[in-house]
């Protein structure tokens, strides 16, 4: 009964969404901030939690699509940056990466080779490195 009920109420709403949950993180790192240093940034938190749960239970879906779309146009490339980062990272023992001195473009190699020559496959510039 409860349940049907509860289905009943989420029927046509927005529901979460990534931007959602980094509202939620924002929300609990001023929480803490606002805790340890500053009692007022506690209220900005639960501004942040009332809003992540205004957009959840939302039923004006293309406006929170459209605000999602936003939030992703930068947090793809956010995304994307740590998501290298952490290859790179785990990967260092096997790898080593550098970057084409002609175009920049990021390139690795496997690691103990001694002196290479590469060919970059962005521009096709050819140069010497160290692994
Ligand atoms: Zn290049």
């Given amino acids: 009964m409860w349940y049907e009920r509860l289905q009943r109420f989420l ?22 901030i606002g805790s340890l240093l500053f009692w007022p940034i506690t209220l900005l938190a639960d501004a942040l939690y009332i809003w992540a749960l205004f957009r959840t239970f939302s039923r004006n879906i293309p406006a929170r699509q459209r605000e999602y779309a936003a939030f992703l146009r930068f947090w793809t490339p956010a995304e994307n940056w740590l998501r290298k980062k952490k290859q790179r990272f785990s990967q260092r ?14 390139l690795r190699a496997p690691r103990g080779r001694g002196k290479i020559e590469v060919t970059c496959q962005k521009c096709h510039n050819v140069f010497r490195t160290k692994t």
């Fill in 93 to 106: 023992k096997e790898y080593k990466y550098f970057k084409c001195p002609s175009c920049r473009q990021e």
């Fill in 11 to 32: 029927y046509g709403r927005y529901g979460t969404d990534k931007l959602s949950i980094a509202i939620l993180v924002a929300g609990l790192l001023l929480s803490l």
